[in-house]
């Protein structure tokens, strides 16, 4: 269901072939019974499902690790789940009833690139300090005078 589109740069670009929108649901069972009623505002980043059975919400957006899905039922009770990889894009699956549906992205190894850029920096301010004492060192004493002795 998809086709190049072109590149950009060393990223290919891909075009739906069928498109079914931003947001869609497939039942887990395959049953052609189950009930797609969103309503309200909808885009890539938030949907309101309505079905009769456990339904995979597919959303129009690459997989990637670090993405997780927040559940809110109609009661009000929330909880995060996985998104999995539904082909290209990414799926969550929601129990059946009315659930609104958001995604959100945590960088995978975020805090770990930061803490090492950190000290990567630390590293090389503290040997551009070694470097520059070296230097004012030097400086020092070639501009010094011999003692002379009597």
């Known amino acids: 269901g998809w086709v190049t589109a072109g590149s950009l740069g060393q990223y290919?670009?891909?075009?739906?072939?069928?498109?079914?929108?931003?947001?869609?649901?497939?039942?887990?069972s395959g049953s052609t019974a189950v009930r797609d009623l969103r309503t309200g505002p909808q885009d890539a980043w938030s949907a309101t499902v309505s079905t009769t059975t456990p339904t995979e919400v597919i959303r129009s957006v690459t997989y990637a690790p670090g993405w997780s899905a927040?559940?809110?039922?109609a009661s009000g009770q929330t909880r995060t789940v996985p998104v999995v990889q539904a082909g290209l894009v990414?799926?969550?699956?929601?129990p059946a009833g009315t659930t609104h549906i958001s995604w959100t992205y945590d960088a995978p190894r975020l805090k770990v690139g930061i803490a090492l850029?950190?000290?990567g920096a630390l590293a090389a301010a503290t040997m551009a300090a070694a470097d520059l004492a070296l230097l004012?060192?030097?400086?020092?004493?070639?501009?010094?005078?011999?003692?002379?002795v009597s």
């Open 90 to 94: 990414q799926g969550a699956f929601v």
């Open 136 to 148: 004012r060192r030097r400086r020092h004493q070639r501009t010094r005078k011999p003692a002379t």
């Open 12 to 28: 290919s670009l891909w075009r739906p072939t069928r498109s079914l929108g931003a947001v869609w649901t497939r039942s887990r």
């Open 70 to 73: 927040l559940l809110t039922g």
């Open 117 to 119: 850029t950190a000290l």
